[in-house]
């Protein structure tokens, strides 16, 4: 079966760090890009950006540029979305998704979510 | 960045209703245009790609249609498992941008 298993939830402070994670299974990870989604509690979707990881190019939304960051590690088919220093307006729930460059780059496959709470 | 607009952002409407779901894109992105439904608590699932392709094991009460700027999702006979939050998003160019969606509600 192919799909995509996240990190569970996650409740952090202002400043703190965070790494969340996102496993592919069940298809050639390094052939589909990865794509991050953020959705805020009863809001729609934002598309965060995405990584090849094939060689690890990444490409971010102009909104989460310099806030977040994309890496992955293909010997273990994960990818994952970093904070060095969380703000609250970062609670929100986050998805990874596969690309599927045959279907018109349309995300295909989705991750369960994965639930970040940043309070004091 | 291309904006994406959905209209309209909520409907009530009764099993059995013929439902439909417009999606603007504020310049041409050819056929790159997708459309997602949303359940509460649940991710996010693929259900029309390239603005009329069925995804695989989609029901056939879906349908796309559109080119260019303007597109619509159709549902041709709503059911109970169709209520649900469902977003367009276009994949012509990053940065990738969604629609606000539109929440499908029982009437």
């Known amino acids: 079966e192919v799909q995509l298993v996240q990190s569970g939830a996650e409740v952090k402070k202002p400043g703190e760090s965070l790494r969340i994670s996102c496993k592919g299974s069940g298809y050639s990870f390094t052939n589909y890009w990865i794509n991050w989604v953020r959705q805020m509690p009863g809001k729609g979707l934002e598309w965060m950006g995405r990584?090849?990881?094939?060689?690890?190019?990444?490409n971010y939304s102009p909104s989460f540029q310099g806030h977040v960051t994309i890496s992955t590690d293909k010997s273990i088919s994960t990818a994952y979305l970093q904070w060095s220093s969380l703000k609250a307006s970062d609670t929100a729930m986050y998805y990874c998704a596969r690309r599927d460059s045959s279907s018109s780059d349309a995300f295909d496959i989705w991750g369960q979510g994965t639930m970040v709470t940043v309070s004091s | 960045d291309i904006q994406m607009t959905q209209s309209p952002s909520s409907l009530s409407a009764s099993v059995g209703d013929r439902v439909t779901i417009t999606c603007r894109a504020s310049?041409?992105?050819?056929?790159?245009l997708n459309w997602y439904q949303q359940k509460p608590g649940k991710a996010p699932k693929l259900l029309i790609y390239?603005?009329?392709s069925l995804q695989s094991g989609v029901p056939s009460r879906f349908s796309g249609s559109g080119s260019g700027t303007d597109f619509t999702l159709t549902i041709s006979s709503l059911q109970p498992e169709d209520f649900a939050t469902y977003y367009c998003q276009q994949s012509y160019g990053a940065p990738l941008t969604f629609g606000g969606g539109t929440k499908v509600e029982i009437k």
């Open positions: 390239a603005a009329s």
């Open positions: 990584i090849d990881p094939s060689d690890s190019y990444t």
């Open positions: 310049q041409s992105i050819s056929r790159y």
